[in-house]
């Protein structure tokens, strides 16, 4: 079991939702942080309650698409002797659409946001862990970047492109001393859900996503009981495991649910 206390932990899109429960939970844990999220007032009160509780604290307001802010970020960060030991990449966006109805825009939108966001950090900052023969990167990715949903298709590439960078950082930066995790999270009651493109959908999805959703704070502790145990795949609530497992054993048959999922859900949401 790791122990994470007096270590400094780097975290992106922190202003709400996991995040958020991150960073109050890390500073609990003893914990220096360095906060990162285009929501300045969010940012704002994270850094508040975080260094409430004692906890050493710089926060940057930044898009993680944008490396070379991410590069004066990291000079900062290196004046201010907090170079960070864990990183956990949270930034995040989804659209809800036909793939037939998303713009290539809207496509580079969400994968240098969810996927080229977390390759940006880690690029900024992972000479320092090699360097330093130590550290630890979690990349927040989806149950989506596990099975698929329908949809979703921008988001789902971005969130399966996620889950296999960190298995291939965890298999070769093991020779550094360095440790990789993805969470792939079910419904969780984030900002996600009031903030996702939604088009030819009806904006009531959204409700379908709140009654679904759990709390950001049981995924934030399951995240930290991961990286303490330095599990690969971090999972919650369990129904994502026991999908997992199912698709594992049966793709044909979760395939078929998922086609059928997908039938019900453009028959009672969709605008055409």
Same mark, same amino acid.
């Given at each position: 079991m790791t122990d994470i206390n007096g270590s400094t932990v780097l975290i992106t899109g922190v202003a709400s939702g996991i995040g958020k429960a991150l960073a109050i939970q890390l500073a609990a844990e003893g914990v220096n942080l360095v906060l990162l999220d285009l929501d300045e007032d969010g940012l704002s009160e994270v850094k508040r309650i975080a260094e409430s509780m004692g906890c050493a604290c710089a926060s @940057?307001?930044?898009?993680?698409?944008?490396? $070379?802010?991410? +590069?004066?970020?990291?000079?900062?960060?290196?004046? =201010?002797?907090?170079?960070?030991d864990i990183i956990i990449n949270s930034a995040g966006v989804a659209i809800v659409a036909r793939v037939e109805d998303i713009s290539i825009d809207e496509w580079r939108w969400v994968v240098e946001t969810n996927l080229f966001g977390c390759v940006n950090v880690i690029r900024v900052f992972v000479n320092e862990m090699i360097s330093k023969r130590s550290g630890h990167i979690v990349n927040i990715a989806s149950a989506a970047g596990i099975f698929t949903v329908p949809f979703q298709s921008p988001y789902v590439a971005s969130k399966y492109g996620v889950v296999g960078l960190t298995e291939a950082l965890r298999w070769e930066l093991s020779?550094?001393?360095?440790?990789?995790?993805?969470?792939?999270?079910? @419904?969780?009651?984030?900002?996600?859900?009031? $903030?996702?493109? +939604?088009?030819?959908?009806?904006?009531?999805?959204? =409700?379908?996503?709140?009654?679904?959703?759990?709390?950001?704070?049981?995924?934030?502790?399951?995240?930290?009981?991961?990286?303490?145990?330095?599990?690969?795949?971090?999972?919650?609530?369990?129904?994502v495991s026991a999908i997992h497992f199912a698709k594992r054993m049966s793709w044909r048959l979760v395939e078929i649910v998922g086609k059928l999922c997908a039938v019900a859900f453009e028959k009672r949401y969709g605008m055409r």
């Open positions: @940057f307001s930044a898009d993680v698409r944008d490396f $070379t802010k991410l +590069i004066e970020i990291r000079n900062e960060v290196e004046s =201010r002797n907090l170079l960070p020779r550094y001393g360095i440790k990789a995790s993805v969470v792939c999270p079910g @419904f969780i009651n984030t900002r996600i859900i009031d $903030t996702a493109e +939604i088009v030819g959908f009806d904006q009531s999805v959204r =409700r379908l996503g709140r009654r679904l959703a759990t709390s950001p704070d049981k995924m934030a502790s399951a995240i930290l009981k991961g990286i303490k145990k330095n599990e690969f795949l971090i999972t919650y609530p369990r129904y």
